[in-house]
């Protein structure tokens, strides 16, 4: 490290704080076979078919024992190989236990020195896909940056239990497998098979995380579960519950027939139907008709009259008890307060009323209510006291009070009420409607407003808390676009169903009383049944029966507790990790889940902890595939980020799809989709290729549009790295040792002074990158750094000081330099790197040569910081300058169709003096730059060079190379296009410039920069005329 650059330090604003030009976005590269000067194409070519010829010997790969430091005697391997690099580092780093720090020491660090985040956990269901993996990228460097900045650094690990995700999936396998469904095997021997499906995809999880680099701490990995977690749950219900914020109660829930449980209105999904439309469901054989609007008559009890009311849900006409007109309606005024003859149940006490819910401009205005099976007919029946008839059972099928009807499945009855109303005469029609239709997110299948007891949850005050936490600025959101949805969330939160009718999940840890007999359900609640018993026996006496609730609680319910349950809350006296690690510092994750579990996560910690969880929330982009489309295992789309690290080939691909639960059909449309998208399958890229890869798409807004191929170009990026980097260390030597520092007196060469400039402007973008959670920044910043800046120019500038022949005092002294600055510069693009490459950056920093400064392992060295003593923007300036006259240099050699390998004599001519001064200092580096051989500056005045042709870098430089039996017929053709095309843009500013009005009508300051295009153009032009000119000439 440099020495202004000390521990901790800050990174310091970039002097102009302007954009770099020579700096672009991180696009993928092509590997390029030799180091040759940058864009000799055909030179490169021709070397890389050399290299094809002389079969290159391999370094043998030695496994490495778990766990063990990998063995790096060997010499570094002639190519890179991201299976070998990434092998070993993960197993050795956890049990180094660089990611484990110790909570007894770690008390008292200041917040700001503090980086302190745990995973989202991922459901156990099965693997984890491409979106976990930018979930895990983005968290890992993150992690892995506050870690070289000298921060207390904890990422804790961990899973979740998903309840619905995790029964849905064991119960399908079951059934697909054995046909037997959960109730077959009882509650026991099911719970046994979720725990057995959770062991297998735990280890695979664990697997994966590894594979991409999580840097986590295993030591403290947590199961929403596990014993420790399960009793902060019970603790968090029954404080909850004796805070009068929980509570039971038998109202209408969402609810899946086929997974037979009760659901949260964001577990439904909501499903535009334009009209009629045919859907499969499960459970059901045949196509269920949605979209339509069927209309029926209720006659007036003892008289001729009708009332006509429609429905998308014919069905739920077993269970009205009113039909509701709106008060001031006077078609039907008459009517109100008259009693109905329902058509199947004749005793039934049915009655027309007067509601202002009714809309007496939609249909007929006459509203049938069902107060069991609709959420407005509810609260009508709430007000009307209407009797609350439930016509469903658990599984969908009308129940036995259903009359003739009970048995069916509700689809079915749906076709036979309509034949019976037929019948009857009292069916009108039935014509297309659009519609939203609520489908469970897990099954599909259509959700049924049901009459359940359940446990609710209010969460009004915790919800205004946390809107004022926002507000206020104690709680930061990122990106701030979010804000509005935290709050349109928040301010009309509703009641909080927190029960499930599943086996799999949190019991909750409420007891019946069962004996003695009550009027009224009562409830006990408690850790166990011996704290709920004498809970019950102190208020009703000895002889007690409890039975506890067979429900489970709501996989959000865990979830939203796991940032201080994992640190063992509730038992915080003289727990060292809870002191020390909460409230954690951040939470990353998917803004899809903004209110699922972030909003509950807070609101559970203000109200159990009086803390927030974390100070910031960081929400990334979700992950769709590159035709901006959802991933779908339907559409073959979900991809495993093992099957891009390793490779796979298309086959493999197909086989995958059928270890889930895709019905065949499905299967073939995603081997289709999958043949589409990879018809060679996913070839290897490596762990560090994939990460690159997805933090620089992160700049894209929302939705991150993933194509696997451009992950393919991050791992030709790797191999630029490695092969730079095993360039760079022949020049070192075997008893070179870095000196620990640079001295800013040693006479360092013009390259020397440029390299160490864009190093420390690098350093400078990319700790504000990440400081910002800019991560595409990053990745840009390093890349550019990297490929354009240390490859392409200061590597090509070394090679005349490696390779002189010359052995003076001065020669010897300029080569010592020259690897100091070489070592500075791999030591830094490691460091810089580590965060978004860390097995490939790990990898060659162990291959550096020694130094006082560096650490046992990359992942715990200091990353690195400005040096406001390296800064030097006249040598940049001056770099812009040659970078441009040798880029045009090349192009005016290619274009002539020189041999890569000559090196044709070289002009420039510049108006500007300081420039020239400086260019007649650097014609040396010029000319390798440019590959050209000797390059003359012009002096004002002087003639132009005869048999030279010139090219225009701007208005103010030219070039001229010796054309010497050079066929000049394509450059003639080149240069009249341009003619052409300078005599249009020429042309047009006369034009604007003749316009009526141009004086009056356009401001002063367009004016005048139209005038001074104008005049550049025009100079342009006069060069290019003067060049075909000269080209006319040299052709005679």
Known sequence: ????????????????GKKDKKEKEAKPVKDKPTWGAPGEGKAKKDAAAKAKAKPVEEVP???????????????????????????????????????????????????SKKFIMVIPPPNVTGSLHIGHTLTCAIEDSLTRWHRMCGDLTLWLPGLDHAGIATQSVVEKLLYKNEKLTRHDLGREKFLERVWAWKDKNTSHIKHQLNKIAASTDWSRERFTMDPLLNKA?????????????????NRLVNWCPHLRTALSDLEVDHEEIPGITYLEIPGYDQNVEVGVLCEFKYQIKGSNDFLTVATTRIETMLGDTAVAVHPEDDRYLKFV????????????????????????????????????????????GQRHKLEMISIFDDNGHIAG???????????????????????????????????????????????????????????????????????????????????????RWLENIQEWCISRQLWWGHRIPAYKVVEPP??????????????????????????????????????????????????????????DDFESF?????????????????????????????????????????????????????????????????????????????????????????????????????????????????????????????????????????????????????????????????????????????????????????????????????????????????????????????????????????????????????????????????????????????????????????????????????????????SEIAGKFRSQKTSLGLNPGSRPLGYVRHSDADNVASLQNLTTRLSRMGAMGEIKVLAEGEAEPKGTLRDVVSDRCMIFTAAEGVDLSQEMAKLQKKVVSAEKMVASYVDKIAAPGYEDKVPATVRETNAQKMESSQKELQELRTAVKNIQEAMK
């Open 1 to 16: 490290t440099g020495p202004s650059a000390p521990s901790g330090a800050a990174p310091a604003d970039a002097a102009d």
């Open 61 to 111: 790969f030695v496994e490495t024992p778990e766990g063990q430091k990998k063995d790096l005697s060997l010499p570094i391997a002639a190519t890179y190989n991201p299976r070998h690099v990434e092998s070993a580092w993960s197993a050795w780093w956890e049990k180094q236990k660089y990611f484990t720090p110790d909570s007894k020491t770690s008390k008292g660090t200041c917040e």
């Open 233 to 249: 749950v019970v603790e968090a219900f029954i404080r909850f519950h004796d805070q009068g914020l929980i509570y039971r109660d």
């Open 337 to 380: 307060g008259k009693s109905l003859v329902h058509p199947f149940f004749p005793d039934r006490k049915m009655v027309v009323i007067a509601d202002t819910m009714v809309d007496r401009e939609f249909g007929t205005g006459c509203v049938k209510i069902t107060p069991a099976h609709d959420k407005n007919d509810f609260m009508a």
């Open 401 to 487: 009070n259903g009359g003739k009807f009970a048995g069916q499945h509700r689809f079915e009855a749906r076709k036979t009420i309509e034949e019976e109303l037929k019948k009857l005469s009292l069916w009108v029609q039935k014509k297309p409607h659009a519609m939203s239709l609520g489908l469970c997110s897990r099954s599909k299948d259509i959700i049924e407003p049901f009459m359940k007891p359940q446990w609710w949850m209010n969460c009004k005050d915790l919800a205004d808390k946390s809107v004022k936490a926002l507000r206020e600025g104690e709680l930061k959101i990122i990106p701030e676009f979010h804000h509005n949805t935290w709050y």
């Open 518 to 575: 009550q009027d009224k359900e009562m409830w006990f609640v408690g850790k166990d049944m011996a704290e709920a018993l004498a809970k019950a026996e102190a208020k009703l006496g000895k002889g007690v029966v409890l039975e506890q609730d067979e429900d489970v609680l709501d996989t959000w319910f865990s979830s939203g507790l796991f940032p201080f349950s994992v640190f063992g809350w509730p038992d915080t006296e003289g727990n």
């Open 582 to 882: 909460f409230p954690t510092s951040l939470l990353e994750t998917g803004h899809d889940i903004l209110f699922f579990w972030v909003a509950r996560m807070v609101m559970m910690s203000i109200g159990l902890t009086g803390k927030l969880p974390f100070k910031t929330v960081y929400l990334h982009a979700m992950v769709r595939d590159a035709h901006g489309r959802k991933m779908s295992k339907s559409l073959g789309n979900v991809i495993d980020p093992i099957e891009v690290i390793e490779g796979i080939e298309l086959e493999q691909l197909h086989l995958k799809l059928y270890e889930g639960n895709l019905p065949e059909k499905e299967i073939e449309k995603a081997k289709k989709g999958q043949a589409a998208d990879y018809p060679d399958g996913i070839p290897e890229c490596g762990a560090d290729a994939l990460r690159f890869g997805l933090l620089a798409y992160t700049s894209q807004g929302k939705n991150v549009n993933l194509d696997i191929n451009r992950v393919v170009g991050y791992r030709h990026f790797c191999n630029k790295v490695w092969n730079a980097t095993r360039f760079g260390l022949t020049y070192f030597g075997e008893d070179f040792k870095f000196s620990g520092a640079l001295r800013l007196s040693a006479p360092f060469a013009w390259e020397d002074r440029w390299i160490l400039s864009r190093l420390s402007v690098c350093a400078d973008k990319t700790n504000k990158a990440m400081q910002n959670y800019e991560f595409a920044a990053a990745t840009t910043a390093t890349y550019s750094f990297f490929l354009y800046e240390l490859c392409d120019v200061y590597l090509e500038l070394l090679k005349p000081r490696f390779y002189a022949e010359a052995e003076s005092d001065e020669t010897v002294e300029d080569r010592k330099v020259a690897r100091e600055v070489l070592y500075i510069c791999l030591d830094w693009s490691m460091r810089l790197l580590h965060p978004l490459l860390p097995y490939l950056t790990e990898e060659l920093y162990q291959r550096l040569p020694p130094s006082p400064t560096k650490a046992e392992s990359i992942t715990i060295a200091q990353y690195p910081t400005t040096v406001i003593g390296w800064n030097n923007h006249i040598v940049e300036q001056e770099m812009e300058l040659l």
